[in-house]
Every structure is written in structure tokens, then in C-alpha cells.
């Protein structure tokens, strides 16, 4: 991470964030916790996550321009979350990350960031 100034740059960019939410989303959709949450034509997720992830580590601000204020906790008010789904997708992403050729401190960075608002989305027991 030294030599970058934002995670953005340092997972490769937008090349890096589309490879991580390509490998990510398979596996959301093979899980059964997760897969119930999610349509079945899941492409315009994945377009949004990518969009959404590269605002949310210092890259350009695709999810805003678009879409507005991200409001993440209240978009996904409509969803059961629970405690152990928040721990499922943070599973599902760190098997992502995995998959990808990023050094395994830059890896549990990206956790370490997305842990917060995964458990900030939960709104069930």
C-alpha cells in the first residue's frame, strides 16, 4: 500500500475492482444464504458493486454520480441481513480476493474496510 495513495489504485484500478467483483459474484450466487438476496440476472449488481467499490476505496465517484448518495444501510433496509450473512459475503469476498494476484496484506486490508459497513447493513437478528 506505500506506494499508492488509495486502495482504488492499489488493487490495479478499474481492471482490479472488475476482477475482484467478476470472481466475487459467482460465489455470492452458489451460497445458500446469500443466493435468496440476489436476482437471478445478476449482472446489473455486479455493474452497481463495481461502481459502488471503486467510489468506496478512493476511485473515481461512478456510484454517486449515477445513483446519488450511496445510503448503503438503507439499501438494503429491504433485505434480511443477518449477522451471519454479513459473515457469508465477507466470506465470499475473501475467496475472491484469493483468487486475485493481490499481496495478502493488501487482501485483508480490503476486509478489514468492507467489514464495517457489512456489519453496519445488518437490520435482523
Not at 506506494?3 to 492499489?10: C, K, L, Q, R
Not at 441481513?81 to 466470506?91: D, Q
Request: aromatic share 10%.
Amino acid at each position: 500500500m506505500n506506494n499508492y495513495s488509495t486502495i482504488y489504485e492499489a488493487v490495479g484500478g478499474a481492471k482490479g475492482i472488475e476482477g475482484i467483483v467478476q470472481a466475487f459474484y459467482p460465489k455470492v450466487q452458489q451460497h445458500p444464504l446469500l443466493a435468496p438476496l440476489f436476482p437471478a440476472d445478476i449482472i446489473p449488481v455486479m455493474e452497481k458493486q463495481t461502481k459502488f467499490l471503486t467510489q468506496f476505496f478512493g476511485g473515481p465517484s461512478l456510484y454517486s454520480d449515477e445513483y446519488g448518495h450511496p445510503m448503503m444501510r438503507g439499501r438494503h433496509l429491504p433485505f434480511p441481513i443477518t449477522p451471519e450473512r454479513a459473515e457469508a459475503w465477507l466470506g465470499c469476498m475473501r475467496e475472491a480476493l484469493r483468487e486475485t494476484d493481490l499481496p495478502e496484506a493488501l487482501q485483508e486490508l480490503v476486509i478489514d474496510r468492507l467489514s464495517g459497513p457489512a456489519h453496519h447493513f445488518v437490520n435482523q437478528p
